[in-house]
């Protein structure tokens, strides 16, 4: 995936401006920023769920919004708020994503979920129902593309251990990892981006949105 001169407003106001980024096979790059930086915006533009933006995003050399149904297809998408439906099981919720029920198992257990993968998950805290999210990350065929907002949050040492060694082992074989965290990540290889490195200039914003 890549973005080139990538802006983008929201309520009147300019997010960022002039991001260039590349994401080539094998590496993770993390969006940094501040609280209401922009960072899941950005998120939401490259996943498609949001088209109003200014430059070019491209996955595998060819531009949205024709590359799109391609990169959804290589897409793994896990969100700011897990995903997770509250009134199933964690082996519910993997089944819902078409886990067979040994690989769910494995994934469950992965995740440090053995003996909770029956209960409801309106039932288990928060750290462990950000655990029943991520277990689709342990999945067998995971798709290419992971893109992930904040997936540390809520997670214990362990938790952040296992997650990082996941996305390690998701980059030795060739995948690629974009994702938030106002905590460090340690996977490489990393790139980092910060939204603060690209605010507008006054002229870009006059052009471009004409304020
Ligand atoms: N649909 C929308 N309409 C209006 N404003 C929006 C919309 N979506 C986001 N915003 C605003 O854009 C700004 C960036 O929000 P965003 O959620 O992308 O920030 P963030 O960097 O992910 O923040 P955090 O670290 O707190 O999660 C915020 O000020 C938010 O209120």
Redo the contacts with the bound molecule.
């Keep these: 995936m890549s973005a080139r001169d990538l802006s983008c407003e929201?309520?009147g106001?300019v997010?960022f401006a002039g991001l260039d980024f590349q994401l080539p096979a094998g590496t993770a790059l993390q969006v940094e920023?501040?609280?209401?930086?922009?960072?899941?915006?950005?998120?939401?533009t490259l996943i498609g769920s949001?088209s109003d933006y200014h430059g070019d995003i491209s996955w595998r050399g060819k531009v949205f919004p024709g590359a799109l149904a391609a990169m959804r297809s290589e897409l793994l998408y896990i969100g700011?708020h897990a995903g997770v439906r509250r009134g199933l099981s964690p082996l519910e919720n993997l089944a819902w994503y078409g886990a067979a029920a040994e690989d769910a198992m494995a994934a469950l257990d992965a995740v440090g979920l053995y003996g909770f993968e029956d209960t409801l998950c309106q039932q288990l805290s928060a750290g462990q129902n950000r655990r029943v999210a991520l277990a689709r990350l342990y999945l067998p065929a995971a798709p290419q593309l992971w893109i992930l907002?904040?997936p540390l949050a809520a997670l214990d040492v362990v938790g952040v251990e296992s997650l990082e060694s996941c996305m390690h082992g998701h980059l030795q074989r060739g995948g690629s990892v974009l994702l938030?965290s106002?905590q460090p990540v340690r996977i490489q290889p990393l790139v980092k981006v910060n939204?603060a490195d690209f605010q507008p200039q006054e002229s870009h914003l006059e052009a471009e949105y004409g304020v």
């Design positions: 929201r309520d106001r997010l920023g501040a609280n209401g930086a922009g960072k899941s915006t950005l998120i939401r949001a700011h907002d904040e938030t106002h939204l």
